[in-house]
């Protein structure tokens, strides 16, 4: 019923910037956490960074000070901003939603996550 899009990856050489953004769709009245993890083939996903609906922030060591996390209440979109991109970056993206309550208005509230967007980057 809720479907979450990412947008924005791409290949960017080593020190350049992108700026991944995910937006929902559908029909929910539930309150959600978002975060980003990203995965390499091969291995477990990883946990990059995290906002919650009060607007506190969590990152990933490997990204402190280089990546930024945002959300947009009202657009039900969240973004990631990256700067100083390492080719150790270089993974699919994936961005959560983490309801806030089991339900709301009588009904289940879910996880979701989205399909991924690919990250390049370059030597």
């Known amino acids: 019923q809720v479907q979450l899009a990412e947008s924005g990856g791409g290949s960017v050489q080593a020190g350049g910037s992108l700026r991944l953004s995910c937006s929902a769709s559908?029909?929910?009245?539930?309150?959600?956490?978002m975060s980003w993890y990203r995965q390499v083939p091969g291995k477990d996903r990883e946990f990059v960074s995290a906002i919650a609906s009060g607007g506190t922030t969590r990152y990933a060591d490997s990204v402190k000070g280089r990546f930024t996390i945002s959300q947009d209440r009202a657009k039900n979109s969240a973004s990631l901003q990256m700067n100083s991109l390492k080719p150790e970056d270089t993974a699919m993206y994936y961005c959560?939603?983490?309801?806030?309550?089991?339900?709301?208005?009588?009904?289940?509230?879910?996880?979701?996550w989205g399909q991924g967007t690919q990250v390049t980057v370059s030597s």
């Open positions: 959560k939603a983490d309801p806030v309550m089991f339900v709301d208005r009588g009904r289940r509230c879910y996880t979701y």
């Open positions: 559908g029909n929910t009245t539930c309150t959600f956490d």
